[in-house]
């Protein structure tokens, strides 16, 4: 709504279900635009949806007005953790197969190569419309990987997972373009 008072676009999106945990009527309350897999925005529905489709039908709703403020909200790195029941993970089989890891392992990294495709590609069409250097991106996941085992998480950490705080850690990631680099 702050955002909206200052003559921004607001939309939001989310490449799953419109009324899921009441995304409905919490993002529109909060200011957004809100469109959803089921309700209005034109993607392709399988388990998980594909974060790089969602950028590719999105993005030019907003990259040509002056002031933009958008919400993705992305599935693409859910489980299941497999490459039968996991559209996103079977996607990009090929590109893990040859990582040392478990089946499961892999399998989460390859959808979650799916959400860093779609940054690329948001990354990219930001510069292309001259845009880049006025945004900033902000992204965290919301939960750990909890459709993967305990073995599994670590042997993506490579070492022992302390399951009383570490294990629900989360990374939030704040970024310009024109941020110095350490």
Known sequence: NMFSELGYTCNAYHNH????YGR???HPNLGYNFKAADHGLDITMSWPESDVE???????ED?????????YMTVSGHLEYNF????MSRKHEQDVAALPYSDAARAYIAC????????????????KAGKLENTVIVFSGDHYPYGLTIDEIEELNGGPVDETFELYRTTLCIWN??????
Do not use: C, R
């Open 54 to 60: 969602m950028m590719e039908v999105t993005i030019p």
């Open 24 to 26: 409905n009527e919490s």
């Open 112 to 127: 979650n190569m799916e959400f860093d495709q779609a940054m690329e590609y948001l990354l990219e069409e930001l510069e």
């Open 84 to 87: 039968q029941g996991n559209a």
């Open 17 to 20: 279900t419109y009324e899921y």
């Open 63 to 71: 990259i040509n007005e002056d002031k933009f403020h958008t919400y």
């Open 177 to 182: 373009s024109e941020m110095e680099t350490v």
